[in-house]
C-alpha cells in the first residue's frame, strides 16, 4: 500500500522507469564473475539434477507467456538444449505428456494466474519437474512450484506489465547461462554474457531517456486502426509482446507477425494505411530484416525500424535507436521501446492507461 504514484501520473510510466533499477535487484548476487555463471540457488537442483535436463518448457498467460517464448529461444542459444513455451492455460486442457527429463518453467507475475497454476497442479500429478519464476512471494503458484527464481521487480500495479517482463527475461537470461555453463558455452562466452547482463540497467536507462523521441513516432502513427509488428527468430516473441502492449492499452488492433512468414499471406493487407513495427537487431540476420523492410514499403506500407544497427538512410520512414549490448541479449532492450511506443500512442488517444478495458491485473478466474 505505500507504494504510489509520486511524480508520475500513472502506473505504468512509472513502472517503466523503474526498470534499471528492477534489473539491478534481479542480477543482485546472481552474477558469479569469476566462472562466468549465475547462481540461482532458489531452483533447488544441484549440478547432478542440472546435468541430466534434456529439454526446457515455459509455461505462462499473456505477457508471461511470449516472455517465456523468448526464455526459451535464450536457452536454446545458450545452452544448446531443446526448449519451448506454450502458453499455461493451453497445457492444462490438452492432456500433455510429460517428460521426467524436462525442466517445467511456469512463469507468472502475480503468481496468482489460475491457468498458470493449474497447469502447475497438472505437472505435479504427472510428476513433472517444475520451477516458478514469479514475482510475487507467497503466491499460489511460488508456494505450489516450492522451488524457482523470484523476479525481485517489486509491486506491480499497471495492468500492462512492463519491468516483470523485462525480469522474467533476465531471469531466464541467466537460467540458460546457467545450464549453458555445464554444457557447452565456454568461459568467455559466458564472460561476454555475464558483462553484458550487468551492463543492462544502465543501457535500459538510455531507452528510457531517448521517451520523448519514441513519444513523437507513436504520435505519428496515432491515426493507424491495425499495425504489423515483424520480427524473425531472436526478436518474434519481442514483436508478440510490443503488439500484445498496443492491444491492451491503445485498443489499436496489432498482429505480431514472423517476417519471412509475411510473404506467404499477410502481405496482402499492406498499404498506406497499415503500418509496420520492424525489429531489425545487428546480427547475422540483418540484411534479411532490411530486405523484409523494403517488401513491405514496395507494397506503401509505412515502416518504424527498430534497429541497433545503421540502416541505409531512407529505408524506414522513422528508425527508433536502440543501444547495443551482446546479440542474445537484444531482445531483451529491443522491447523497451515497443512499450514506450504503446503506452505513448494509448495515451495521444486518450485510453486510461493503469486500467484497461475488459482487463484485470491477474485473473484468478477461469
Ligand atoms: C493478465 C494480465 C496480463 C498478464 C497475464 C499473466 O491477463 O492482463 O498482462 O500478462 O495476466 O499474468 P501473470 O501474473 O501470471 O504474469
Given at each position: 500500500d505505500d507504494y504510489q504514484l509520486g511524480e508520475f501520473t500513472d502506473f505504468m510510466r512509472k513502472e517503466m522507469h523503474e526498470q534499471p533499477e528492477a534489473v539491478h535487484r534481479a542480477l543482485l548476487g546472481r552474477l558469479e564473475e569469476r566462472f562466468a555463471t549465475a547462481r540461482l540457488g532458489g531452483i533447488g537442483l544441484d549440478a547432478h539434477a542440472l546435468r541430466s535436463v534434456r529439454r526446457v518448457k515455459f509455461l505462462g498467460c499473456g505477457s508471461a507467456y511470449y516472455a517465456g517464448q523468448l526464455g526459451a529461444n535464450l536457452v536454446e542459444e545458450l545452452a544448446r538444449l531443446p526448449a519451448d513455451a506454450e502458453p499455461a492455460s493451453e497445457f492444462r486442457y490438452r492432456n500433455p505428456v510429460v517428460d521426467p527429463d524436462t525442466l517445467y518453467v511456469a512463469v507468472s507475475q502475480s503468481g496468482e494466474t489460475a491457468d498458470t497454476l493449474a497447469a502447475v497442479q497438472e505437472l505435479g500429478r504427472k510428476g513433472g519437474r517444475v520451477i516458478g519464476v514469479v514475482n510475487v512471494v507467497g503466491s499460489a503458484i511460488a508456494r505450489e512450484c516450492g522451488s524457482g527464481v523470484f523476479l525481485h521487480a517489486g509491486p506491480e500495479v499497471s495492468v500492462a506489465s512492463t519491468k516483470a517482463v523485462t525480469n522474467m527475461s533476465v531471469c531466464f537470461a541467466m537460467l540458460a547461462l546457467l545450464l549453458g555453463r555445464m554444457r557447452d558455452l565456454s568461459v568467455a562466452n559466458g564472460r561476454r554474457i555475464v558483462t553484458a547482463l550487468a551492463d543492462l540497467p544502465a543501457r535500459i536507462a538510455e531507452v528510457l531517456a531517448a521517451e520523448?523521441?519514441?513519444?513523437?513516432?507513436?504520435?505519428?502513427?496515432?491515426?493507424?486502426?491495425?499495425?504489423?509488428?515483424?520480427?524473425?527468430?531472436?526478436?518474434?516473441?519481442?514483436?508478440?509482446?510490443?503488439?500484445?502492449?498496443?492491444?491492451?492499452?491503445?485498443?489499436?488492433?496489432?498482429?505480431?507477425?514472423?517476417?519471412?512468414?509475411?510473404?506467404?499471406?499477410?502481405?496482402a493487407l499492406?498499404?498506406?494505411?497499415?503500418?509496420?513495427?520492424?525489429?531489425?537487431?545487428?546480427?547475422?540476420?540483418?540484411?534479411?530484416?532490411?530486405?523484409?523492410?523494403?517488401?513491405?514499403?514496395a507494397r506503401g506500407g509505412p515502416v518504424l525500424a527498430v534497429s541497433n544497427a545503421e540502416l541505409p538512410g531512407g529505408l524506414a520512414d522513422v528508425v527508433l535507436r536502440v543501444p547495443r549490448t551482446e546479440p542474445e541479449l537484444d531482445p531483451i532492450l529491443f522491447a523497451i521501446p515497443l512499450q514506450l511506443f504503446a503506452y505513448h500512442l494509448a495515451t495521444h488517444l486518450g485510453r486510461d492507461i493503469d486500467k484497461p478495458r475488459n482487463l484485470a491485473k491477474s485473473v484468478t478466474v477461469e
Open positions: 520523448e523521441e519514441i513519444a513523437e513516432a507513436a504520435r505519428r502513427f496515432g491515426a493507424a486502426r491495425h499495425m504489423f509488428f515483424i520480427g524473425r527468430v531472436r526478436g518474434w516473441p519481442v514483436a508478440r509482446e510490443g503488439a500484445q502492449k498496443l492491444k491492451e492499452i491503445s485498443y489499436v488492433h496489432a498482429e505480431a507477425y514472423q517476417a519471412a512468414e509475411l510473404k506467404h499471406g499477410p502481405l499492406i498499404d498506406e494505411r497499415m503500418p509496420s513495427v520492424v525489429l531489425v537487431p545487428d546480427d547475422d540476420l540483418l540484411t534479411k530484416n532490411i530486405g523484409t523492410i523494403e517488401q513491405i514499403k
